[in-house]
C-alpha cells in the first residue's frame, strides 16, 4: 500500500479547491498563477544540478553516456531531452538516451504494470551495455517508482554516476541515489496529476542538465549553437546564419564554407576566422578539443 498522503505531489492545493466552478478565465489565470511557481522552485537545488552537469561533462569526455529513465510522464520528458541533443549541438543520437519503462509504446500509450517492475529497468539498461562509465538520471515526480528506483540501485552497484531526479522531498530515490535533485512546485492545480508544475519543473531541470553539459563540451561558442547539425532546411539556414554572425561574412561565403564543411558550423566558422584548410582548420579544432574559443586563441600563440 502506498501512503500517498506522505507524498509532497499528491497534496491538496488550496487555491485550486474551487476551480471548476471558476469561469473559463479565471481557471486559466489560477493555472498560469500557479506555473509562475515553479521555475523559481528550481533555485534550492541549482548547487546541486550545477555539480551534475560537471559530472556528466567529465564522464562524457571520459567515454561516458548520459541516460535518462522514468515511467509516464517522467520517461518521456527524458527521451524528448535525449532526442533533441543530436539536432542542436551535432551530438551522436547514441551519446544521450531516454529509456521509458514499457519502451517505445509506452510513449504513446500507457503500458499497465511496466512502472511497478523492478527488472525491467535492468533489463532495458543492459541493451545498451550501460556501464561503469556513465551516467543515470532516475526521473520520478513522486521519488518513489519501483522501475526508476531499481535502476538508480543499478547504477550504484556497477559504479556509474547515479543521479535521482524528483519533486518529493525524503523519496527512496533521493536516499538511494549519489546525487539528489529536488524541486518543490508545491500541489498541482489538479491533485496527483504530476505531468502538470511537477513534469514543468522536470523540464526545466533537464533543460539545464543538457545545456549546461553542452556548453561545457565547447558545443555552444557564445550563445550561439555552433555544433547544429544541418539535417533539414530551418536547421540548413540556422547554421548559415550562425556562421555569418560569428565571422561577419556575407551569405555567400558562409555557404560556400558550410559546404566545404559538409555542413558543419564549427568548422566552418573557424576555416573561415582561421584561413587555413577544411582539413588543417579540422586538425587545430581537435588538438583544442572542439573548443572553437580555445582554437582561435592558439592561433595568436
Known amino acids: 500500500m502506498i501512503n500517498l498522503s506522505q507524498i509532497a505531489t499528491e497534496q491538496a492545493n488550496p487555491a485550486t479547491k474551487h476551480i471548476d466552478e471558476l469561469s473559463t478565465i479565471d481557471m486559466?489565470?489560477?493555472?498560469?498563477?500557479?506555473?509562475?511557481?515553479?521555475?523559481?522552485?528550481?533555485?534550492?537545488?541549482?548547487?546541486?544540478?550545477?555539480?551534475?552537469?560537471?559530472?556528466?561533462?567529465?564522464?562524457?569526455k571520459q567515454g561516458g553516456r548520459l541516460f535518462y529513465i522514468g515511467a509516464g510522464t517522467s520517461g518521456r520528458l527524458g527521451i524528448l531531452d535525449a532526442v533533441e541533443c543530436p539536432p542542436t549541438f551535432g551530438t551522436d543520437p547514441e551519446l544521450v538516451i531516454g529509456i521509458i519503462a514499457g519502451g517505445t509504446p509506452a510513449i504513446f500509450k500507457a503500458v499497465e504494470g511496466a512502472e511497478d517492475s523492478t527488472e525491467l529497468a535492468l533489463g532495458d539498461l543492459n541493451e545498451y551495455c550501460f556501464n561503469h562509465k556513465d551516467v543515470l538520471v532516475g526521473i520520478a515526480a513522486s521519488g518513489r517508482t519501483p522501475y526508476t528506483l531499481s535502476a538508480i540501485k543499478y547504477a550504484r552497484e556497477l559504479g556509474a554516476t547515479s543521479v535521482s531526479l524528483t519533486c518529493s522531498p525524503n523519496s527512496p530515490m533521493e536516499e538511494a541515489?549519489?546525487?539528489?535533485?529536488?524541486?518543490?512546485?508545491?500541489?498541482?492545480?489538479?491533485?496527483?496529476?504530476?505531468?502538470?508544475?511537477?513534469?514543468t519543473a522536470q523540464k526545466l531541470v533537464l533543460n539545464m542538465l543538457s545545456t549546461g553539459t553542452m556548453i561545457k563540451l565547447g558545443k555552444v561558442y557564445g550563445h550561439l549553437m555552433v555544433d547544429v547539425k544541418a539535417s533539414n532546411q530551418k536547421l540548413t539556414e540556422r547554421a548559415t546564419r550562425i556562421v555569418m554572425e560569428v565571422t561577419d561574412c556575407d551569405r555567400e561565403t558562409a555557404v560556400e564554407a558550410l559546404n566545404n564543411a559538409k555542413g558543419k558550423a564549427k568548422l566552418a566558422i573557424f576555416h573561415i576566422i582561421s584561413g587555413e584548410t577544411i582539413e588543417n582548420s579540422k586538425r587545430l579544432l581537435n588538438e583544442a578539443d572542439g573548443y572553437i574559443g580555445q582554437a582561435i586563441k592558439n592561433l595568436t600563440l
Open 28 to 60: 486559466l489565470k489560477t493555472i498560469n498563477a500557479e506555473d509562475q511557481k515553479v521555475a523559481c522552485s528550481l533555485e534550492p537545488a541549482l548547487p546541486v544540478i550545477a555539480d551534475v552537469v560537471d559530472v556528466i561533462a567529465y564522464k562524457i
Open 177 to 199: 541515489a549519489e546525487y539528489a535533485i529536488v524541486v518543490q512546485p508545491g500541489p498541482e492545480v489538479i491533485t496527483g496529476s504530476t505531468r502538470l508544475k511537477a513534469g
